[in-house]
């Protein structure tokens, strides 16, 4: 009934299973969740630059951001934003290296453009930026020749069926009836 998202929906009820459904286990994942979406930027942000202090840097100052621990506190979708966006620029970084296998480079290219899907499915606000930064990382992979046809078809078809349920929603005009009583403009 647009009350949660698949991309938050059926990883909780994965982890849920394994853990037990509380309120307490609910946020525990999240917060997890927020480390390793930390942990990975950093990462990231390691193999980018290529200097070894720098993943300590960017580690210690995102887990000083207040925004991705705030969130992880509500059972809600938007605590999987910090994921989900880690997720694609950790692999749209694998993607960009040169000494990795084309076969990887395909995949973590179709992982990384796959999880900004869901990051767009998962928080309304960040449909515009999600998307703005799918086609900009479609086109950089696509110019340095980090993907060719078959897998920019594969691309588009995985996108496809993974925007398939939010286009669904946006059409049932129930789903954005929560959205649209706190617009302000």
């Not at 059926?10 to 999240?30: C, D, E, H, K, W």
């Not at 980018?48 to 991705?68: A, E, M, Q, R, V």
């Not at 086609?135 to 069926?161: E, G, H, N």
Request: net charge positive; aromatic share 18%.
């Amino acid at each position: 009934a647009g009350r949660a998202t698949f991309p938050y929906l059926y990883p909780m009820l994965l982890f849920l299973s394994f853990f037990g459904v509380t309120a307490v286990n609910a946020r525990f994942i999240q917060q997890i969740l927020t480390i390793i979406a930390c942990l990975l930027t950093s990462y990231s942000v390691k193999l980018w630059i290529n200097k070894k202090d720098i993943f300590w840097f960017t580690f210690l100052t995102s887990l000083t951001l207040p925004w991705g621990f705030v969130q992880a506190n509500r059972i809600w979708d938007p605590s999987f934003v910090p994921v989900y966006f880690a997720i694609y620029f950790f692999f749209f970084t694998l993607s960009m290296k040169k000494s990795t296998s084309p076969i990887y480079q395909n995949i973590y290219a179709t992982i990384a453009l796959s999880s900004l899907v869901l990051l767009a499915t998962v928080y309304p606000p960040a449909r515009i930026p999600a998307v703005a930064i799918w086609i900009y990382s479609f086109v950089w992979l696509m110019k340095d020749k980090q993907i060719k046809l078959p897998l920019i078809l594969i691309i588009i078809i995985v996108s496809t069926i993974l925007s398939l349920p939010l286009a669904f929603n946006l059409l049932n005009p129930d789903f954005n009836s929560r959205t649209a009583d706190l617009l302000v403009f």
